[in-house]
Each structure stands twice: as C-alpha cells, then as structure tokens.
C-alpha cells in the first residue's frame, strides 16, 4: 500500500458517507459541556455534604486512576491509527461491509471479544473500522461483541466481584447477542439512514 | 496481576501492528502513529474531564436508588427498572459490578440483575458520553445505543427460561 492511499483513502470515504459534521466532536463539544456541567455540580453537592476533605479525597484518586490509564489511552489510540493504515481497505469493505452478510457479522464478533484492553482500545479500533470500510452492522457487532463477551472487563472485574457462576452464565446467554444487534442495526440501518442523514 | 496482563496483551499487539505496518512501509508507519498520537491529543481533555469527574457523580447517587426496583417477583417490569437502572449507573466496571452483587445479595431475581449488568455494560450513560462518543462518530454511536435496546431484555428473557445462572 502506498502512503497517499493510506491517508487519503479512508478520508474520503468519510467525505463521502457524511454530509457536514466532523467524524470525531471537537475536543469541547456539547456532550463534553453536558458532562462539565454534571461533574461541577456533583462535586459542589459533595462539597456541601462531606466538606472539602471528601472534595480532596475524591479528586486524589481520580487524578492517580487518570495518571494509570493515560498510557492504555495512548496505546489504544496508536493502534486504532496503526489498524487504519495497515487493514487493506479493499479487503475490509468486502469482509467487514454492507454486503458481508453473517460472515461479516461473525468477524465482528470474533474481534471484539478477542481485543485485548479497555474502551481505551475497543472504541479507536472500531472507528478505525467504520474508517476504512465496515459497515454500521458489523461494527456494532463488534462493539457489543467487547462489551458483553470480551475477556478483558469479565477476567478483572466481573468475575471477583459476582462470581464465577453468574459470569459464565451471563456471557454463555450474551454469546449471540452480538450478531442479533448487528443485523438488526443493519437491517434497520438501510432503512433509516436517507431518513436520519446517517 | 490481570492489569498487568491486559497491559502486556496491548502493548505486544501494538508493537505487532507496528511491526506489520513497518514491514509494509516506513511511512505508513509513521503516519499512522502520528494520527493516532494527534487522535490521543484530541481525546485527552475529555477522558480527563470524565475520568477525573466520574467520582463525584459516582458519590451523589446513592446505589439504594439504583438497586431499588430489581426484586425476584418485579417480572418484565423490574428487567425495564433494570435496564434504565443501568444506563443510569456512573462509574467504572467497580461501581456497575458491585451494585449487581448487592442486588443479587439482598434477593434479587436473577433475570433482573443480568439485564442490569448487561445494559450497563452496553449504555451506561457516562461511558457512552466520556467514552465511546470522543472516540467514534456521535451518529454511530446513538444508532449503536438504539438498536441495542432489545439485548438486555433477551438476556432476561433466556435467563427466565433456562432459569440460569
């Protein structure tokens, strides 16, 4: 692969998908608003229950917790854009695109549960996806696929706080969700999207 | 020890990534990490801005709120509390995962906390917004948590009918 394919080609395929807005919001965007707004008043509700030591207890840990993951945030980044350049669009589209029926909904699937990571990871990736030529469907299979039956949050968290039992269970039901919500995110996907600007 | 493991599964398939894109051409190298690193200066402010914030949010709703409407006898509609419970959960996996034992503790029904858990894990609102959105396009993400909808309530319903876990 060239480099002006590797730059240019998922760029414009963006172009053209989306009429307007930016694929990713601007570093302060309204949901971002939303959530400053959210957290001042928490912490001014904290404040007027606990004092400020809860104030200062609180803010200590997430800033330490904030100083842990900013690593796993770079690394997680850094592949997304590595999958970009390295995945052959071509290949992709025809995997991972509109037409790629269950196969492609399988492969979602697949790699959402094998990824290793956090959001820090799954979410770069799956833009990194749509960017070179997934489709809604297999991408949310992808998604979903992380959040229900991907190892990495069962292993270190699920597990040793409801058990094994429950956790077994609860991915063996969650096994075919992934698809179910891809092709129904498909299916209602060629429907809506003219509609909604999709 | 898991983080550490998770930790090491990242980095090595970050390396091997790089390694197959440094096969394939230097540049593409290049470029793909300066993307991602401009990707990671673009999403920083607002990881921060959650990550940094989640604990107050986290302390102000109290989980007996939460936890309030999941009994064994509330059938379909304590799966719907369920569900809107857990879009409504802040914090980390901590939080989520530690309400759903306290449930299933104090006499849950185990349909109940599975879908709980479950849509949790697929739309808790603040992942959704800290997340998932400064990472992927808005539109996607919404139409993601749209037709998700149903999954929660399929998960009740199989663990209805096998009457596992």
């Known amino acids: 692969m060239s480099v002006p394919d590797a730059k240019t080609e998922p760029a414009e395929e963006r172009d053209d998908v989306e009429a307007g807005p930016p694929r990713k919001g601007k570093p302060f965007g309204w949901s971002t608003f939303i959530i400053a707004v959210l957290v001042a008043v928490s912490a001014a509700l904290v404040w007027r229950r606990d004092g400020f030591d809860a104030v200062w207890a609180i803010l200590f840990h997430d800033v330490s917790l904030f100083g842990e993951i900013m690593p796993r945030v770079l690394a997680g980044c850094l592949l997304g854009g590595l999958i970009a350049a390295v995945l052959p669009h071509d290949k992709v589209s025809k995997s991972l695109g509109p037409d790629s029926g269950l196969k492609g909904l399988l492969i979602g699937t697949a790699f959402g549960a094998i990824l290793p990571g956090g959001p820090f990871t799954a979410y770069p990736v799956a833009s990194a996806l749509l960017a070179v030529g997934a489709d809604f469907g297999a991408t949310i299979a992808m998604v979903v696929s992380w959040t229900m039956i991907g190892y990495g949050r069962a292993v270190a968290w699920e597990m040793p706080i409801m058990g094994p039992d429950f956790t077994l269970w609860r991915i063996l039901i969650s096994l075919p969700m992934p698809v179910l919500a891809g092709a129904f995110g498909r299916f209602v996907y060629i429907r809506v999207r003219h509609r909604f600007g999709l | ?165």
């Open chain 2, 1 to 165: 020890m898991t983080t550490l493991i998770i930790d090491i599964l990242l980095w090595g398939s970050l390396i091997g990534v790089g390694f197959v894109a440094w096969r394939q051409d230097r540049t593409v190298l290049t470029v793909a990490l300066r993307n991602g690193g401009m990707d990671f200066i673009n999403v920083v402010p607002r990881i921060a801005l959650g990550v940094i914030g989640s604990g107050f949010i986290a302390a102000i709703i109290p989980s007996s709120i939460i936890v309030g409407g999941l009994g064994p006898d509330t059938g379909w509609l304590g799966v719907a509390m369920s569900v809107l419970a857990g879009a409504a959960t802040p914090g980390g996996p901590v939080v989520g995962f530690s309400i759903g034992a306290v449930a299933l503790k104090s006499g849950a029904g185990t349909p109940q906390v599975v879908a709980y858990v479950v849509a949790w894990a697929l739309f808790a609102f603040q992942r959704v917004i800290l997340w998932e959105i400064p990472f992927m396009p808005a539109r996607f993400v919404w139409f993601r948590c749209a037709v998700s909808v149903p999954v929660p309530f399929l998960a009740a319903a199989v663990a209805m009918i096998t009457g596992k876990p």
